[in-house]
T-cell receptor, first 113, second 111 residues
C-alpha cells in the first residue's frame, strides 16, 4: 500500500517552461487536493477534487490547471512557470466527508529560475 | 482576519513539560477539525481528529470549544521527538474538500 505518491521529488524549471506534477493514490480516496507551502506561510490550497471528473479552485489557483480523469490520479500542471511558483507542493487525499483527515504525499520541491 | 489562526510560537519547553496550543477559527458553522504534525522538510501527518466531546491519544489531548471557536492540543510529558510544527485544520461546513490549514505552531523540546 503506497499511499500518496508524488513525482518528481525535485525539479528545476526555467521561467516560462511548463510541466506536470504527478500525484497518485491507491487508497480509493474520493477527495484529492494540491497545496503549496512557502517558507513561513503555511499550506495554501491550489485546487481540489471531490471525485473523478470534478475539480474546483482553492485559494491560489492562478497559473495552475488540474484534471481528475480517474479516482487514483490528480496531476497538477504549471502552465508557464514563474519564479513566484518556487515552492514545495503537496498532494493529499482523503476518503471524503467531514470526518476524515488527509494523507499527504512526500512533496515536490520546485525551483523556478 | 484569517479563517484559521495559530500562535506561531516558537514554544521552547524542557523535556517532561506540559504544553498547550490553541487554534481559533472564524466560521462558526465549521464542522470538523484536525491536528497535524509536520517535521522539518517533511509532509504533514495527521495527528488526531478533534471531536466535540474531546479526545485523547496517549500523551495528546485535543479539545473543541465551539462557543469560543477554538480548538486546543495538549501535550503532556513532552519528549524530544515531539519537536515539530503543529498545524490545525478546519473544514468548511458545506465543503469538506476545501480544508483550511493554520500556519502552524512550532514546538521545540529541549533536554
Amino acid at each position: 500500500n503506497a499511499g500518496v505518491t508524488q513525482t518528481p521529488k525535485f525539479q528545476v524549471l526555467k521561467t516560462g517552461q511548463s510541466m506536470t506534477l504527478q500525484c497518485a493514490q491507491d487508497m480509493n480516496h474520493e477527495y484529492m487536493s494540491w497545496y503549496r507551502q512557502d517558507p513561513g506561510m503555511g499550506l495554501r490550497l491550489i485546487h481540489y477534487s471531490v471525485g473523478a471528473g470534478i475539480t474546483d479552485q482553492g485559494e491560489v489557483p492562478n497559473g495552475y490547471n488540474v484534471s481528475r480523469s480517474t479516482t487514483e490520479d490528480f496531476p497538477l500542471r504549471l502552465l508557464s512557470a514563474a519564479p513566484s511558483q518556487t515552492s514545495v507542493y503537496f498532494c493529499a487525499s482523503s476518503y471524503g466527508g467531514q470526518g476524515y483527515g488527509y494523507t499527504f504525499g512526500s512533496g515536490t520541491r520546485l525551483t523556478v529560475v | 482576519r484569517k479563517e484559521v489562526e495559530q500562535d506561531p510560537g516558537p514554544f521552547n519547553v524542557p523535556e517532561g513539560a506540559t504544553v498547550a496550543f490553541n487554534c481559533t477559527y472564524s466560521n462558526s458553522a465549521s464542522q470538523s477539525f484536525f491536528w497535524y504534525r509536520q517535521d522539518c522538510r517533511k509532509e504533514p501527518k495527521l495527528l488526531m481528529s478533534v471531536y466535540s466531546s474531546g479526545n485523547e491519544d496517549g500523551r495528546f489531548t485535543a479539545q473543541l470549544n465551539r462557543a469560543s471557536q477554538y480548538i486546543s492540543l495538549l501535550i503532556r510529558d513532552s519528549k524530544l521527538s515531539d519537536s515539530a510544527t503543529y498545524l490545525c485544520v478546519v473544514n468548511k461546513p458545506t465543503n469538506a474538500g476545501k480544508s483550511t490549514f493554520g500556519d502552524g505552531t512550532t514546538l521545540t523540546v529541549k533536554p
